[in-house]
């Protein structure tokens, strides 16, 4: 199985600052099948960006998605209030899909 | 609107089965793909399983050991995850999502359930 690996486990950042979350594949994840996910207290999960770089519907622009291969990342350009979260990335390129462990962003 | 809702909270014992529910409207049910994830308090997600609502076929995680069971009813554009034998590390939010159309290109989860905890306790 693919092993996804995040980090920092835990970033703090100011609002206004820009964030960037790593996620890493023991091995290569084919076609960009590649997704992020956001998750806050008490809610399910939400879509951010499917196939690496895709933006998921209604999911604002300061959001952006790249890599490919063994090696992804997950930018938020200008961080608001509401983006401190979980957020989560997944491999849906092979069975079981897997997903990293996680990185908290937590205000400074 | 496109939703998955799933049934309610639900306490077991240790040894028992439990059975989620997730009915799905706004789209065709039988077009998409249907996962189950899990998320045990404080943790990660885990995926459970998928079917294939058009014709019934499975997929399970075998580092469940066979305890998961995942069905569907069409007339009532509703599928099911059954796990068995539960244990308390089974105590968890469980979530069904649906994936990308059926015979297409592999897709991530766009719509989520709102979860269903299941606590394991005697």
């Known amino acids: 199985e693919i092993v996804l690996t995040q980090s920092p486990g835990t970033l703090s950042l100011s609002p206004g600052e820009r964030a960037t979350l790593s996620c890493r594949a023991s091995?290569?994840?084919?076609?960009?099948?590649l997704a992020w996910y956001q998750q806050k207290p008490g809610q399910a999960p939400r879509l951010l960006i499917y196939g690496a770089s895709s933006r998921a519907t209604g999911i604002p622009d300061r959001f952006s998605g790249s890599g490919s291969g063994t090696d992804f990342t997950l930018t938020i350009s200008r961080l608001e209030p509401e983006d401190f979260a979980v957020y989560y990335c997944?491999?849906?390129?092979?069975?079981?899909?897997?997903f990293g462990q996680g990185t908290k962003l937590e205000i400074k | 609107q496109v939703q998955l809702v799933q049934s309610g909270a639900e306490v077991k014992k240790p040894g028992a089965s439990m059975k989620v529910s997730c009915k799905a409207s706004?789209?065709?049910?039988?077009?998409?793909?249907v996962h189950w994830v899990r998320q045990a308090p404080g943790q990660g997600l885990h995926w459970m399983a998928w079917i294939n609502p058009g014709n019934g076929d499975t997929r399970e995680n075998q580092k469940f050991q066979g305890r998961v069971t995942v069905t569907r009813d069409t007339s009532l554009s509703t599928a099911y995850m059954e796990l068995s034998r539960l244990e308390s590390d089974d105590t968890a939010m469980y979530y069904c999502?649906?994936?990308?159309?059926?015979?297409?290109?592999?897709?991530?989860?766009?719509?989520w359930g709102q979860g269903t905890m299941v606590t394991v306790s005697s």
């Open positions: 999502a649906r994936g990308g159309p059926i015979a297409t290109l592999p897709d991530a989860f766009h719509i």
């Open positions: 706004g789209y065709t049910f039988t077009g998409y793909y």
């Open positions: 091995q290569s994840v084919g076609s960009s099948y």
């Open positions: 997944q491999q849906y390129d092979s069975s079981p899909r897997t």
